[in-house]
C-alpha cells in the first residue's frame, strides 16, 4: 500500500528487474505518478502522469524497442493525443517524423525531422497551448506564428508576438498586442520592420537584407542596449552601445568594419578613453573593456595592457609582437612580481618581491628554468599544496611544498639529465610539475 516502485525492491546486491507487467509510482498525494510496462524483462512503455493545482492531468507516454526510445505520444489536458513524434532508434533521442492532432483527436499537421519538410507545432511546457507553428520545405522557412508567455498580477495569458508568411505580409506584436513591425515580402524576401522579441532586436530591412535602423532593447523591451545604423546588410555609421539606460561605448563602422574613434564612457556617462580604428584595426588611442581591462595602441600595434582585479594590477608592456615585459603590483602600488616573456613563454629573469624589494629571482629559457628560485602555485591532485618553492642548481631541481598556512609539507630533488629517456618531461611524473613553466603558473607571496 502506499508509495511503490520498482527501484524499492533493490536491496544491497539484490536487484530484480520485472519480466512482465505494469509498476506503479505514486506521489505525495496517493495518485499515480508514473507507470512502467514490462515485457521480456525490459521496459517497454513509460507513462508521466502530472497534476496541476486544479487537479487537471497531464500525460506523456514514451515507448520503447529493446532498450532504445522509438516514440513519445503526448497528450491534451485531460483529453486525447496532442502529438506522436518518431525516433531513431539506438541513437541519442534523434527524431524522425511528427503527427500533430487537435482536440477532436483530427490530424492537423505532420512534419519529417529528416528532410525538414512539413509543419510543426511546439507548445509550452506541459500546456495545451501552443508557443510555435513553423512550416518548412526542404528547411527554408515557409510560415511562422511564435506565441509568448506573458506574466501579469491576475493570469498568464499567451500573447502573438510574430506572424510570417514569406509569400505575403510579416507582422510583429508587442506583449500588449500593439503591432510594432511589419514587413511585405517580393520573392520572399521582406522590406520593412522586422522585431525578434526572443532576442529583443528590431530591424529594418530592404529585399531580405539589414538596411536602416538597428535597435536592441533590454528585457523589458523597451530601454536600448544598442543602436546603429546598416547599409546593405552592413554596418555604417555609429554603433551605440548602452548599459541600464547610459551610454557605455560608441563604435563606428564603415562597410562592416571599425573605422574612426571608438569612445567608451564610465558608468556616469562621462567619456574615459577613445581609441582609433583604420581598416577594422586598432591604431591610436586607449581601449578600456570589462573588468578594468585597459589596452593602448600606437601606430596600429599593442604597446601596453593594464588589467586590475579586486587584489592587484597587472601591466605589461609590449616591446614587439613576440616579447613582452610584465610587473605585477598590489593595491598599494608596491611590486609583487616581474617578468619577461617571448612568443608567450618566460624568457629571461623572474624576480618576485617581498615589501617592494627583490627577494628572489629565477632564469627561464623557452618557459624552462635554467637557474635560480621561484614560487610556483600547486597544481596538484592534492587539495592541501597550495604553493611550491622550486630551485635549479648544477642541474638538480629542489622543490618545497606548502599548504595555505605555510607549512612544509614536503621537500624533494631530482636530477632530470639523467633520465636519458625522458629528460625535464620527467617532472610531471615525479613532482607533478610541469616541464614548461607558464606566466599563469607564477605564485604571488605577499
Known amino acids: 500500500e502506499g508509495y511503490y516502485n520498482s527501484r524499492a525492491l533493490e536491496t544491497g546486491y539484490y536487484s530484480p528487474t520485472p519480466v512482465e507487467g505494469n509498476l506503479y509510482k505514486k506521489n505525495y498525494r496517493n495518485k499515480i505518478s508514473e507507470k512502467e510496462s514490462f515485457k521480456d524483462g525490459e521496459v517497454v512503455e513509460r507513462t508521466k502522469y502530472d497534476y496541476k493545482e486544479d487537479n487537471a492531468l497531464y500525460k506523456e507516454t514514451r515507448f520503447y524497442e529493446d532498450g532504445s526510445l522509438s516514440k513519445i505520444i503526448s497528450y491534451y489536458i485531460n483529453g486525447g493525443k496532442k502529438s506522436k513524434v518518431t525516433y531513431k532508434l539506438n541513437s541519442y533521442r534523434k527524431k524522425l517524423t511528427a503527427i500533430y492532432y487537435d482536440k477532436s483527436g483530427k490530424v492537423i499537421a505532420n512534419y519529417n525531422f529528416i528532410t525538414k519538410t512539413g509543419t510543426e507545432y511546439k507548445y509550452f511546457y506541459k500546456t495545451d497551448q501552443v508557443e510555435e507553428i513553423k512550416e518548412l ?31 505575403s505580409k510579416a507582422k510583429f506584436y508587442s506583449k500588449e498586442g500593439k503591432l510594432i513591425g511589419q514587413a511585405t515580402f517580393i520573392n520572399q524576401k521582406p522590406t520593412g520592420v522586422m522585431y525578434d522579441y526572443k532576442d529583443r532586436i528590431e530591424i529594418n530591412v530592404k529585399n531580405g537584407l539589414k538596411d536602416g535602423v538597428y535597435k536592441k ?22 554603433f551605440i552601445y ?5 551610454k557605455q561605448k560608441e563604435e563606428n563602422y564603415y ?24 581598416k577594422g584595426k586598432p591604431f591610436e588611442g586607449q581601449k578600456n573593456g570589462l573588468y578594468g581591462t585597459q589596452k593602448t595602441y600606437k601606430n596600429g600595434a599593442l604597446v601596453k595592457k593594464i588589467e586590475q582585479n579586486k587584489n592587484q594590477k597587472t601591466i605589461t608592456q609590449y616591446i614587439s609582437e613576440k616579447e613582452t615585459n610584465t610587473t605585477v603590483y598590489n593595491l598599494q602600488d608596491q611590486v609583487l612580481l616581474t617578468y619577461i616573456e617571448i612568443n608567450n613563454q618566460l624568457d629571461g629573469e623572474v624576480v618576485q618581491y617581498k615589501k617592494n624589494e627583490p627577494k628572489y629571482t629565477a632564469v627561464f629559457s623557452k618557459g624552462k628554468l635554467v637557474t635560480g628560485m621561484v614560487y610556483l602555485k600547486a597544481n596538484s591532485r592534492y587539495q592541501s599544496e597550495v604553493y611550491l618553492k622550486m630551485s635549479k642548481e648544477d642541474g638538480i631541481i629542489r622543490i618545497q611544498t606548502y599548504n595555505e598556512e605555510g607549512k ?16 625535464e618531461q620527467i617532472l610531471p611524473y615525479k613532482l607533478g610539475i610541469g616541464a614548461i613553466i607558464y606566466h599563469n603558473d607564477l605564485f604571488i607571496l605577499e
Open 137 to 167: 520545405n526542404k528547411g527554408k522557412l515557409i510560415k511562422s506564428k511564435r506565441y509568448q508567455k506573458v506574466y501579469n498580477s491576475r493570469n498568464n495569458e499567451y500573447v502573438l508576438r510574430e506572424d510570417i508568411d514569406v509569400n
Open 217 to 238: 532593447f533590454e528585457y523589458d523591451e523597451k530601454t536600448l542596449k544598442e543602436t546603429g545604423n546598416y547599409v546593405n546588410d552592413k554596418k555604417h555609421g555609429a
Open 242 to 246: 548602452y548599459k541600464r539606460g547610459k
Open 255 to 278: 562597410e562592416n568594419k571599425k573605422e574612426g574613434y571608438s569612445i567608451y564612457y564610465s558608468e556616469k556617462g562621462k567619456e574615459i578613453s577613445r581609441l582609433l580604428y583604420k
Open 408 to 423: 612544509l609539507l614536503f621537500k624533494g630533488e631530482i636530477n632530470p639529465s639523467l633520465y636519458k629517456e625522458y629528460s
